[in-house]
């Protein structure tokens, strides 16, 4: 298996629109969040699985579709391109120690050899909100990349052991399982009177590497909302 992110920007150097391509050899199989295909051609099967069981998807309403995509044995392999949900910057992460957070909008795939397991309630304060848990189950020496998307571009702070700092949650996209957090639902006074959705800080303890977008998705997100009402 073998990707390639491409540009399709309308410059050179314009990252607000990348797409993922994955070529697939016979037997290669890639998880992709639901709907992201924007095409695929070649011998290859698709389906959709849920990261909970059925019952605990209907019952609580948690539920994060994947979409498997294989390149069948007998056949040629394929080609896939993959879009993320909201135009931005793609990145292909190693995960340090092997497992990585992920914010649910900002998952586009991985392959096969990773587990994704969804938590409500790990990060994220919103309940439309969810952490995915992406754990690498062994070893594949030519394929070992999480595809993360960021709406705008990505931006990555590296703490190194025991350093700190404070990131927003409207901005948090991921985050090695090795940085620990913490969230503190303060507001001060100005965030209170001139902000309706004050943002809680997370702070943050390396080692690891922490990604955010470079724009916030959810106030995109609700100044859409805003629109809806006129």
Do not use: C
């Amino acid at each position: 298996m073998k990707y390639k992110i491409e540009n399709s920007g309308l410059k050179e150097g314009d990252q607000h629109s990348s797409l993922l391509k994955v070529a697939f050899q016979p037997d290669d199989v890639f998880k992709s969040r639901a709907s992201s295909m924007m095409s695929f051609g070649g011998d290859l099967k698709t389906s959709t699985t849920t990261t909970r069981s059925m019952w605990k998807a209907i019952t609580t309403f948690e539920n994060f579709p994947i979409t498997k995509v294989k390149a069948e044995s007998s056949g040629n392999g394929g080609v896939v391109t993959f879009s993320p949900p909201l135009p931005g910057e793609i990145m292909d992460l190693s995960p340090t120690g092997n497992k990585l957070n992920v914010q649910s909008l900002g998952f586009l795939g991985a392959p096969e050899n990773f587990s994704i397991n969804l938590d409500m309630s790990k990060m994220y304060q919103s309940d439309s909100l969810a952490t995915l848990e992406i754990e690498k189950a062994e070893d594949n020496d030519n394929f070992n990349k999480v595809f993360v998307a960021g709406f705008g571009g990505v931006t990555e702070v590296k703490l190194g052991e025991n350093e700190r700092t404070h990131v927003s949650e409207d901005y948090l996209l991921a985050m090695d399982a090795t940085v620990s957090f913490k969230r503190s639902n303060k507001s001060n006074i100005r965030q209170t009177a001139f902000d309706a959705h004050s943002t809680p800080n997370i702070d943050v303890s390396g080692p690891g590497s922490v990604y955010m977008h470079s724009r916030s998705p959810f106030k995109f997100e609700r100044a859409m909302d805003k629109l809806d009402e006129y």
